[in-house]
């Protein structure tokens, strides 16, 4: 399980929380008011706007990410997917190789991820092999499916519960901007 961590769907009037702490296995059975001031949802929507930017350098797949310094505010680094160059090169996988290249491979602790698309099984595992302890993401699994983007259906949550052993996130935040970022999926087939 991962103790004393959140998972936040959504950051509206009604969000969705899913503590892995509890025994639900299904995130929408709990439903309590997140523990987020205006102040973290406002750095949050900044962070994930640029994440946005990012990904509408790639209109057909729209995942952009960047990774930033929880402790400065600094943007450490940031990716689109680049999946026609090599089909593991997803947002996230591209952001967190510019950052090991710009600053090494150590301080991911210090750092949260904000992605446009739920991270997909594969970036979730890297992201629990580098230790990033945050996550936030916009669109969800279900919806970059819906918009013709194959997805393996396990969920960053999922792969983060199995990762328990070596990983216990601070925090897995979804749902942050997420009708912004919906909107570039759901146009992808018109560009």
Known sequence: MISRRVFTYGLGALPLIYSAASSS??????SKTPNISEAEKSKHEKFMKMAIEQAKNN????????IVNEETGEVMAEGVNSGAMNPIN??????INNFV???????????????????????MSAIAWCGIPRVVWAS?????????????????LEVAEKAKEF???DSLIA?????????????????
Not at 25 to 30: F, H, L, R
Not at 90 to 95: D, K, S, T
Not at 148 to 155: A, K, L, M, N, P
């Open 90 to 95: 997803h947002g996230e996988i591209v952001a």
């Open 59 to 66: 209109k057909t797949y729209p995942f952009g990410a960047v």
């Open 25 to 30: 296995k299904n995130i929408s059975e709990s």
């Open 167 to 169: 990983y216990q996130p």
């Open 140 to 156: 969800s699994i279900e919806k970059i499916r819906a918009s013709g983007i194959g997805q393996i259906s396990i969920s960053a």
């Open 101 to 123: 290249d710009k600053h090494g491979n150590s301080g991911f602790k210090s750092l949260t991820l904000y992605t446009t698309g739920e991270p997909c099984s594969m970036c």
């Open 175 to 191: 749902g942050v901007l997420a009708s912004e970022s919906d909107k570039l999926f759901d146009q992808r087939h018109n560009k």
